[in-house]
Structure formats: structure tokens, C-alpha cells
């Protein structure tokens, strides 16, 4: 795939992006942030007409998400930069595995560089590590999806990057489906209603097609949760047996979500209990940064920068 000025795909390899408008704004914000006064290293050494060519290229073996920001990056540094794409959102990266070639005037590729691997590091990494919760349930059907433990102004990006490694996204943001959790439910007993009809005066009030989750953290809650009759019930913290418990007391009535103390240790067991989605905060509050270069051509050989 190569990019230029043109506006970008809004999917890559079949996984739904980021919005362009939104990836122009957050790489905008960032370059202005990195440069604010130019980037007074490669205006002091760089001639302006010089011209580069550069490889992006991966130093370990990971997940790629983030392609739509790599391109951003150096077209908004230099919109005639010839801008090509060996790799997308979703593929396996082996050390070595060239992921972008950038050619064009080199102050601007070097002005780019940093915040396109930002981008590209952070984001592969978290596609990376959810690509490991998915390998390590892969079988059980039960399904990976990422929480809200997100960096403020990036989720966007970073729930594009769990669908790059292979997961699903939790309900993206407050408004979009009701989720009673602990705090919730102690409001509401101190207002005089028990669990049944708390979920009961929720649900009256939502309209019919909006999502109505419930949280628990005993099993003795279980019987007036599914009295209320939600369309999913976490599980939060249980141990092994109880979660096996509570998948059998439920019996299909709703969606079982597992939550909290998940490891990549833990998880393959946590899946077999028979939980049908288990919810994950350390794929975006935790997943380690890719390393990720750039490698500039001189001379006919490549010199990392």
C-alpha cells in the first residue's frame, strides 16, 4: 500500500482504523509538540534541498498497528514524500522486516521520524501483547476485549491497535452502553432498591436497544442479578471455581464476562472455565513499546539514525 497527500483507507488488512480526521489531529498536535519552532538540529546540519531515503523497520518480533499514523507523519512533514507501506495493521513482524519506505527531502523525514516510531511503538505494542492474550485462548471461544484503561486522547488509536491483534473492543466510551458497576449498585441500595430492581428501574429507563451490563463480585449476588434479566453479567475477580459456578448458574441467560487479576498466566484457564468474553486493562495501561527504527540509505548502505 503507498500513501501521499491522498486521503487514507479507513481499513487495512479488513480491521476497521482510527478516523482519518482524528489521526491528522492527534499527529499534528504531536509534531507541533516535538518541533514547535522547527527542528533546529536538521536546519543547522541538514542542506534544505537535500533529499533521503529511509526504511522503518521492526528490531523484534510483534504485531504492527499504527500504519495510518506512520504515513500521517511524513506526509504532514513533507507532503510529496513518496510514502510506501510493506506492511498493515494486523501483520506479524519478524527483526529485519521492513515495514515503510519513506524517500524525499530529508530535513522532513528527520523531522517526522520521532513521533511516526512513537506512534508506531506504542500502538505495535499493544497489538503485540493482545495478540498473546488471543494466541493463549485461542480454542476455548471465549473472547479477548480490551476496558477504558486507556491514555487520555488516544484510545481511538489504541482500541485500533487491539483489533489489530486480533481482540475485540469493550464499550468505547460512557455513553455508548449502560455498565453498573460496584459503586453504582452501592448508590442504589442506599436509595432503597435491592439489585432486582435497580436493574429493573435501569432498564425502564435506556432505550430498547442499548446494552445493559451488571458487575458482581459474589456468587450470592448472582440470583437477584439475573432476576433483572441483563444482557451481561461480569464476573469480577472471581476465583477458578466460582467462575465455573457462576458460568453454570447463568446457564445462557447472558453474556458471561470474566474481569480482574487477568495474566497472560492466567488467562487460558480463566478461558476454559466456560466464560464467554474476558476483559483485559493491561493491553492498553500496560503493553511494553515495540522497537521499532529508522534506517537511512547512504551511500547505497542503511545507517540507523
Not at 482524528?22 to 527542528?39: F, H, K, S, T
Not at 488467562?267 to 472455565?273: H, L, N, P
Request: charged fraction near 25%.
Amino acid at each position: 500500500m503507498s500513501a501521499t497527500g491522498s486521503e487514507h483507507p479507513t481499513a487495512v488488512s479488513g480491521r476497521v482504523q482510527a478516523p482519518s480526521q482524528a489521526i491528522a489531529e492527534l499527529v499534528a498536535r504531536a509534531l507541533a509538540e516535538d518541533a514547535p519552532w522547527g527542528d533546529v538540529s536538521g536546519e543547522a546540519s541538514i542542506p534544505a534541498t537535500a533529499t533521503a531515503r529511509a526504511e522503518l523497520v521492526s528490531r523484534a518480533e510483534g504485531v504492527l498497528a499504527g500504519s495510518d499514523c506512520i504515513v500521517e507523519a511524513f506526509r504532514q512533514a513533507h507532503p510529496e514524500a513518496g510514502i510506501v507501506m510493506h506492511r498493515a495493521d494486523g501483520d506479524r513482524l519478524t527483526p529485519g522486516a521492513t515495514i515503510a519506505t519513506i524517500t524525499g527531502n530529508a530535513r522532513a523525514i528527520l523531522r517526522a521520524e520521532r513521533i511516526a516510531l512513537n506512534f508506531a511503538q506504542r500502538l505495535s505494542g499493544i497489538a503485540t501483547l493482545t495478540a498473546r492474550y488471543v494466541d493463549a485462548v485461542e480454542g476455548t471461544g471465549a473472547r479477548i476485549a480490551d476496558t477504558r484503561k486507556t491514555t487520555p486522547g488516544l484510545r481511538m488509536l489504541e482500541r485500533a491497535a487491539v483489533r489489530a491483534g486480533g481482540a475485540h473492543n469493550h464499550r468505547f466510551s460512557l455513553s455508548d452502553a449502560v455498565m453498573l458497576k460496584d459503586n453504582h449498585l452501592a448508590v442504589l441500595a442506599q436509595q432503597g432498591l435491592d439489585l432486582t430492581q435497580a436493574i429493573r428501574a435501569v432498564r425502564a429507563r435506556i432505550p430498547h436497544t442499548m446494552h445493559l451490563e451488571v458487575e458482581i463480585d459474589r456468587l450470592d449476588q448472582l440470583p437477584a442479578v439475573l432476576e433483572g434479566r441483563p444482557d451481561t453479567i461480569m464476573l469480577d475477580n472471581f476465583s477458578l471455581d466460582d467462575l465455573r459456578a457462576g458460568v453454570a448458574l447463568i446457564d445462557g441467560r447472558a453474556i458471561v464476562e470474566a474481569s480482574g487479576g487477568v495474566t497472560l498466566d492466567t488467562v487460558r484457564a480463566i478461558a476454559e472455565t466456560g466464560v464467554d468474553v474476558i476483559s483485559v486493562g493491561e493491553l492498553t495501561h500496560s503493553a511494553p513499546s515495540l522497537d521499532l527504527g529508522l534506517d537511512f540509505a547512504t551511500d547505497g548502505a542503511a545507517s540507523e539514525r
